[in-house]
């Protein structure tokens, strides 16, 4: 169901006659709204239906401004004037001046937390130096074990004329039973 249609019935239900007001904006787009005042709610025309206006600031063409701040609901219709401005420079003054009181008061506090911050990683680059010394320590000492251990080995010699243990000679098929054929060979080859 549309928003026309239903705003329709809804009329018809309560015997209300509601006239919507329409004016344009600057740029041509078309609002409704029941009247143009604070707390009434405000909708874009478009072809098909009614859709609730945007938050944000728009210039109608009669040249006030309509201020939504909740969609679709009006927050202030009031005339464009030099005085708007001037109060959106003074709050943007005291906002700025707000912002660098912070700083200074931020800055502080960073100088003081920042001075135990380098504290600390100073602390943390001695700790990393010291270790990486140690490490190196422990690999000269390491290397100095290796030299001394091979330093220690005797090397080896080869002697030719050394004694070599003396080889046992196998024979083959001793007492083993010989076959027929066997006996007859031997007895061919006496």
């Not at 098909?48 to 728009?58: C, I, S």
């Not at 001075?115 to 390491?142: H, M, T």
Request: glycine share 4%.
């Amino acid at each position: 169901m549309k928003a026309n249609q239903m705003l329709n019935e809804i009329k018809t239900l309560l015997n209300i006659d509601v006239k919507l007001m329409e004016q344009k904006l600057e740029n041509g787009t078309v609002v409704s709204a029941e009247a143009f005042e604070k707390d009434n709610e405000i909708f874009i025309v478009t072809d098909d239906e009614k859709v609730a206006m945007p938050v944000g600031e728009y210039i109608l063409e009669d040249g006030r401004l309509l201020v939504v701040e909740a969609e679709g609901v009006i927050a202030d219709v009031r005339e464009v004037s030099d005085e708007v401005p001037a109060k959106e420079e003074e709050e943007t003054e005291d906002l700025e001046e707000e912002k660098k009181e912070e700083e200074k008061m931020a800055d502080v506090a960073d100088w003081e937390g920042m001075e135990k911050r380098i504290q600390n990683l100073e602390d943390a680059i001695a700790s990393l130096k010291g270790d990486k010394v140690e490490a190196e320590d422990k690999e000269e000492e390491k290397m100095e074990d290796v030299k001394e251990e091979l330093s220690a080995v005797k090397p080896i010699k080869h002697n030719p004329e050394a004694s070599t243990p003396q080889k046992k000679q196998v024979q083959f098929a001793k007492g083993q039973f010989n076959t027929t054929l066997d006996r007859v060979l031997s007895k061919l080859n006496k």
